[in-house]
């Protein structure tokens, strides 16, 4: 089985700690993405399991073998870089194939691999071209190509679509999902972008300062964010947060906020008085009435049309609240939004203090 | 073609941000509609000159100490290469001597000093070529391997020193150093049981010493180019292959050398361009009558026979002819340059 395992690693620049203990473990041909604001550590750790950067503290193994005084060409892993990192000098061929050649594969073999996976990336017909006369998603073809073409345990990319234009970058996500289908390859991927985690990772790890926030499946981080962190960093746009305090009475458990009432579910674990943050995802909130939700007056001050769907930007008191609907066609008859509605089972709460969620599922 | 992308080619001009004023924007507008519809003729071309100039003075004014420069030292002195077609005396000046066509050339062609001199001169660049241009390319390359940041910057130092010694003082050094009596080099050689050589008095000695000399002065100072050339490449280069598995040596001709070559390219169309200026300097300090027979070159030649027997119009000549094949130089050079690398000066 080749996984990837992290015990406890710390990371150090000088007296700077940088990444503080994380542990992680990745299956065999598990895509996990690490995701999380830029100085997180994300990168650092991807790093660090491919020998690009010395580990301070922890155990790092590949395919259960510790790999920690290991050097990066022994660990059988294949970097993909955010700047491609091809060489201007060599041709597309020859890029595709340092990899190989750098380790003395005999001719034969050195062609037929590259032309295996040029044929799966359709780099055909430009193994004869320098890196220059590429477009970037083709470079970025040809990166991946130096990786696949070495078959090796374990896939790393850093950020590898962040210097892709928006449309390309959708078309080379889907491109990477059907490549990892096709080759099984553990991935351990890069981002800072929550789209591209959503929809690529098998399991998603949250970082943010060092630390891993959350480990889930998307939909799993989705629906029942940990902290307020999370919560606000998958998902677009964010989870709404209002500061509210608790107020349990005989007919459940509610949150006050700005003197408007939210209707909680009820198995929350919550405190008469306690300060919380309340949090509802922009698509959860209706705008015609539903049965049971909290009713909240709010003042629209702008509509943004998005085609389908439009963003409604109101706010309670000072607090901003956006808000998520369809448009079936037309939008004129959403500038008479005065109240919202909020139905109790998609209410999160977190801690005010601490930030963690204090809702069990929505389920 | 379009208004809006001439626009671009009148106001924003060649390679300059079209950072302009507003005011400018306005006064150039009329201008921009007639420059559509044919070739700007000169009084356009001359207004476009001066709208650009007022607008980006500053940078003119940052040129001009050069261009003074260039007109003093350089341009003013070609007025004077006429006396290498002229029967030139002091007396008469330059104007009011007799032109007598190609008679110091044919005179050039037939002393036989002037033919070794020029034979010398290129003997010495090409030895020069082979030895002494690859050596800070070498240098950086070493630097570039040392992990360790305080002691590259003192081997840096170390090496860079050279080049801010005046050549006077580099020369005596070498003098000394290689004299038969005090000298460090015959010293060592009497260990072995050689007998003291006159090294400076050998013809056959010159050329080594000479070009070892320049190494030593030239070499670190020279290694600033290509080091800044290096910590140019992108890192990821690097990085992606140690995860590939190559080795130190392996990165440094799969991936240093190569992403380097435009830069060794320029600097060698420069150093052939320079072939006919061996460093003047430096021979006539460290040559002697006894080793003219490898030593003496155009430069020295030129500078015997005008400043010191006073034929200015011969040595005009010798310099003229010099010149020309420099200058033939530069341009098959850079032609090489441009069609098999893609590289060139211009």
């Known amino acids: ?363 | 073609m379009s208004t809006s992308s001439d626009n671009g080619s009148v106001n924003a001009g060649p390679g300059k941000g079209g950072q302009n004023t507003p005011s400018r924007h306005h006064a150039n507008h009329g201008k921009r509609v007639a420059v559509v519809r044919s070739k700007r003729t000169l009084k356009q071309k001359l207004q476009w000159l001066s709208d650009h100039v007022r607008n980006e003075w500053q940078l003119y004014l940052m040129l001009l100490p050069t261009i003074v420069w260039f007109m003093v030292f350089l341009y003013k002195p070609m007025y004077g290469l006429q006396i290498a077609f002229k029967d030139y005396s002091i007396f008469r000046g330059v104007a009011a001597s007799p032109w007598v066509g190609l008679e110091h050339f044919e005179l050039l062609f037939t002393n036989d000093q002037f033919v070794r001199a020029f034979w010398n001169t290129i003997k010495i660049s090409a030895l020069n070529l082979l030895f002494a241009f690859p050596a800070p390319i070498i240098l950086a390359l070493m630097f570039n391997e040392i992990l360790h940041a305080t002691y590259k910057r003192a081997a840096q130092t170390i090496v860079y020193l050279p080049h801010f010694i005046s050549s006077v003082i580099i020369a005596g050094i070498v003098i000394t150093a290689f004299s038969p009596s005090v000298g460090v080099v015959n010293t060592v050689l009497s260990w072995f049981g050689i007998d003291s050589i006159y090294f400076l008095t050998k013809p056959e000695w010159f050329r080594p010493i000479f070009i070892g000399t320049g190494i030593w002065q030239e070499a670190g100072f020279g290694s600033i180019v290509f080091l800044a050339a290096i910590a140019g490449v992108s890192p990821s280069l690097y990085e992606s292959a140690v995860v590939d598995g190559a080795s130190r040596w392996q990165m440094m001709w799969k991936i240093t050398l190569p992403s380097i070559l435009p830069t060794i390219i320029i600097m060698l169309i420069i150093r052939i361009g320079n072939i006919m200026e061996v460093s003047f300097e430096l021979i006539i300090l460290l040559y002697q009558p006894a080793t003219y027979s490898t030593a003496d070159v155009v430069n020295t030649f030129v500078y015997r026979q005008g400043l010191q027997s006073g034929q200015y119009d011969f040595a005009a000549a010798a310099g003229l002819f010099n010149a020309v094949v420099a200058f033939v130089m530069v341009i098959i050079a850079n032609t090489l340059a441009r069609r098999y690398s893609k590289t060139s000066l211009w």
Do not use: W
């Not at chain 1, 458990?253 to 579910?265: G, R, S």
């Open chain 1, 1 to 363: 089985m080749s996984g990837v395992k992290l015990e406890s690693i710390f990371k150090c620049y000088g007296n700077l700690e940088v990444v503080h203990g994380i542990d992680l473990e990745v299956q065999e041909k598990e895509f996990v993405v690490l995701v999380g604001p830029s100085g997180c550590g994300k990168s650092t750790t991807l790093r660090m399991i491919a020998g690009l950067e010395e580990i301070t503290d922890g155990t790092i193994s590949i395919d259960g073998r510790e790999v920690n005084r290991v050097a990066p060409k022994d660990r059988d892993v294949a970097m993909v870089f955010q700047n491609y990192a091809l060489y201007p000098h060599l041709k597309v061929f020859e890029n595709i194939a340092f990899g190989l050649r750098i380790r003395k594969e005999s001719k034969e073999h050195i062609a037929k691999t590259v032309a295996e996976v040029s044929e799966i990336l359709g780099l055909t017909p430009y193994l004869d071209r320098k890196p220059a006369e590429l477009s970037g998603g083709q470079r970025q073809r040809v990166a991946m190509g130096r990786a696949i073409v070495r078959h090796p345990k374990v896939f790393l990319f850093d950020e590898p679509l962040s210097n892709l234009d928006a449309k390309l970058r959708t078309q080379m996500r889907a491109e990477i999902k059907r490549l990892h289908k096709r080759l099984g390859a553990t991935s351990v991927y890069v981002t800072h972008d929550q789209v591209e985690a959503m929809t690529l990772a098998d399991r998603i790890v949250v970082m943010n300062d060092g630390y891993i926030e959350q480990i889930g499946t998307p939909m799993e981080l989705f629906t029942n964010p940990a902290n307020t962190f999370v919560a606000s960093f998958i998902g677009s746009p964010p989870m709404n947060q209002l500061p509210g305090v608790i107020d349990v009475t005989s007919d459940g458990k509610k949150a006050t906020v700005n003197d408007v009432t939210f209707t909680l579910p009820d198995h929350i674990n919550v405190e008469n008085g306690q300060a919380v943050v309340i949090g509802m995802r922009p698509e959860h909130f209706s705008i015609s009435p539903v049965d049971g939700a909290s009713t909240i007056p709010v003042s629209l001050n702008l509509v943004e049309p998005l085609g389908s769907e439009a963003l409604l930007h109101t706010s309670i008191g000072e607090h901003a609240l956006v808000v998520k609907t369809e448009t079936h066609g037309a939008i004129d008859h959403l500038s008479n939004v005065q109240h919202l509605y909020a139905p109790a089972n998609l209410v999160s709460v977190f801690d005010a203090e601490s930030g963690l969620a204090l809702t069990g599922s929505h389920n």
